[in-house]
């Protein structure tokens, strides 16, 4: 969705490194999703910040939803293999109507060398 | 993880014949998504579900109809399958939607690869 942003769309890095994905949104969150998918496979999710200056830890990814909530970083420290994957944010925008959609940004394929 | 299966896993079918794919959870959540991941679309949601027999239709719904006739089943059907419906297509649960006081996580199931010849 042109809503939702992610940048880079794709990411190389070696093992070790550390790196970040930003997932930037045209509208306020409300709240924002991270998941983990890998190929061909379904979503695994990794966490949800609400809170603007939130910021939430699993293993050595770290996410964080900005004060103006308009934006959500995705650190990872250290990356390995297992990382590898698309990442990919999904945000919560108060609608008009009784649901409360949530949209997903278009992913970051992340591949790491050993 | 979740309790979330999707069947089938992957479908090949011809242009025109009715396909129905499968959502089964054992987390009696209220809530249930189906969305479809195509390349340079991300997913796209195509119905939802707040309650039994309660359906509303998402961003991309033209061709698709559902059904839910038990909290634990949500089914999507294509009456008559196109090209432009070979996809992935993903079931999601969630305990309740998403709002201005809380967030609720949403849980996906593995999917189906479907093909249209």
């Known amino acids: 969705s042109q809503e939702l942003e992610q940048s880079p769309q794709s990411l190389i890095v070696q093992e070790g490194k550390n790196l970040t994905i930003n997932c930037t949104s045209s509208k306020t969150l409300y709240g924002l999703y991270w998941y983990k998918q890998k190929y061909g496979e379904g979503l695994i999710f990794l966490m949800m910040l609400q809170k603007g200056g939130e910021e939430k830890s699993h293993e050595k990814i770290t996410a964080k939803l900005d004060e103006k909530k308009q934006q959500s970083s995705l650190h990872i420290t250290a990356s390995q293999p297992s990382h590898a994957g698309i990442y990919l944010c999904g945000a919560a925008l108060l609608m008009k109507t009784s649901y409360d959609k949530v949209i997903f940004g278009p992913g970051t394929s992340l591949s790491v060398i050993p | 993880d979740a309790g979330i299966t999707q069947s089938p896993r992957h479908k090949v079918t011809e242009t025109g014949t009715p396909v129905t794919l499968r959502c089964h959870q054992t987390e009696n959540h209220r809530y249930m998504y189906w969305y479809r991941q195509d390349p340079g679309h991300g997913l796209r949601l195509i119905h939802y579900s707040y309650g039994v027999k309660d359906t509303d239709k998402g961003e991309v719904s033209d061709g698709y109809s559902v059904s839910r006739s038990k909290t634990e089943d949500f089914l999507l059907t294509l009456e008559s399958a196109t090209s432009s419906q070979t996809s992935v297509y993903f079931c999601?649960?969630?305990?309740?939607?998403?709002?201005?006081?809380?967030?609720?996580?949403?849980?996906f199931g593995p999917g189906t690869r479907l093909t249209v010849t």
């Open positions: 999601a649960i969630s305990e309740s939607s998403a709002g201005l006081i809380s967030l609720y996580e949403q849980y």
